[in-house]
């Protein structure tokens, strides 16, 4: 897990050499703008909480369009210069940016790129208010709607905090995994293992924005118990199945999870069910280590071990540091295919908890 949080005096280099999958990672905004304010990178975190698609954003006037609360000497002029090369002007400050769904009281930090034809915005959350009962002000940051009216006549389809979404059938899955199988015989489980990974690390950055407008604090900073509602009813709003985490093994190094009524299990084909060994979850045992990583702060590894859609009682799952993935996958491959029996084999490894 990247941990490049922002210091005062600090040169943006860390965050020019990022690529925009390294920059969605980070639990802070950033955004990076031209000298004239035109913005160039925006970062996951900052559209989540600012509620704006990136897509409508990157190209767009940030003082001017996006932010109309910022274009003030506090902001837009210290902005200016800073960029115009004025050392006597503090680049750290606090703000508070006024959105048509609230306030947030944030830490900004001004920092140059390599090529000074790029700096960044380096927006820490210090404090989130829901909408005051005046209403915004006319100055509010605008919303995905305002930057681009009446989408759902073009096919868009948007949730409550503006995030775009794709509704598909759980069978869909299904006819992903056939194809795979089709075209790349024996690559479904490596395949959807990272492909739940990338996705897992996305959902950590929305439970860590919405931790922050909950609750004020960071996800590592909730205990294990907050954290595993938090990724539980995340997955059972989007319909995956109800996710059930237990933490008596943490001590040893071992955490587990169970499934019930998992949408890709029950999406799994005849063959799948007829055949015990086979799993069908992998996706999801990606996702969970995707998340888990980011809350420990070190890689970790997730394997289901037993699968509804193989007819046990609901999917279950072993998440262990990344160091013991060969002991783990050995585990597996060699057919335990319990939590207890597996947490035993491993017992006699030495690791330090999970969390």
Known sequence: MLDLRP???TTAAPLDDLDDDQLDELPFGVICIDPTGIVLRYNLYESRLARLDRNQVVGRQFFGEIAPCTKTEEFEGRFRNVVRGDTTVARSFDFVFDFRFGSQTVSVEILPARSRERWYLTINRREVKP??????SPDAGVTQIALEPEEDRLGVLRDARERRLVEVQAPFFAALRTTCDQLAPGSWHLFATEWGTQWGRRIA??????????????LRAL???AVAEAIGSYLARQGWGVVHF?????AEGVLSASLARS?????SSRREREAPLELSCPILAGCLAGILSHVAGRPLVAREVACSGSGAACCEFVVVAGARREALDALVGGGLRTVATIRQALRATSERPVG
């Open 263 to 267: 949408a890709l299990a029950e999406a």
């Open 131 to 136: 909408l005051a009962a005046e209403g915004p």
């Open 7 to 9: 210091l005062p005096n």
């Open 205 to 218: 950055i929305e439970l860590e924005a919405s931790a922050k407008e909950e609750s004020g604090k960071e």
């Open 246 to 250: 237990e933490f008596d093994g943490a």
């Open 223 to 225: 205990s294990m118990t």
